[in-house]
């Protein structure tokens, strides 16, 4: 069983910056290291949208156009981390940010459908 603990959530005013992290465990998970990691987001009646993932290595990631050029996603294998740094926050990413973990090793994907594990969200919330 895989645990993902999500942090870092809170208010900011629009134009700020925020920085998720995402704390990875478990018994059974000593592969982190083999899994593409995603972060997803739920604004409140919509339903949940992917945001960003970034591969086993770190070589590859992807964005949502609505976060390009705004959101930067990493990870440190060594500490079962990945993070999320949010800068130019607009009110339109309110919402609660997930950290989801892929659900085959050393492979990628942005559709909801491709991550099996999931932590229990933390609130963002941007006002204007």
């Known amino acids: 069983q895989v645990q993902l603990v999500e942090s870092g959530g809170g208010l900011v005013q629009a134009g700020g910056s925020l920085r998720l992290s995402c704390a990875a465990s478990?018994?059974?998970?000593?592969?982190?290291?083999?899994?593409?990691m995603g972060w997803f987001r739920q604004a409140q009646g919509k339903e949940r949208e992917f945001v960003a993932y970034?591969?086993?290595?770190?070589?590859?990631?992807d964005y949502a156009d609505s976060v390009k050029g705004r959101f930067t996603i990493s990870r440190d294998n060594g500490k079962n981390m990945v993070s999320l740094q949010m800068n130019s926050l607009k009110p339109e990413d309110t919402a609660v940010y997930y950290c989801?973990?892929?659900?085959?090793?050393?492979?990628?994907?942005?559709?909801?459908?491709?991550?099996?594990?999931w932590g229990q969200g933390t609130q963002v919330t941007v006002s204007s």
């Open positions: 478990g018994r059974t998970f000593s592969t982190f290291s083999t899994y593409t």
């Open positions: 970034i591969t086993w290595s770190g070589d590859r990631t």
């Open positions: 989801a973990k892929a659900k085959w090793p050393r492979s990628w994907a942005n559709g909801r459908g491709a991550y099996d594990s």
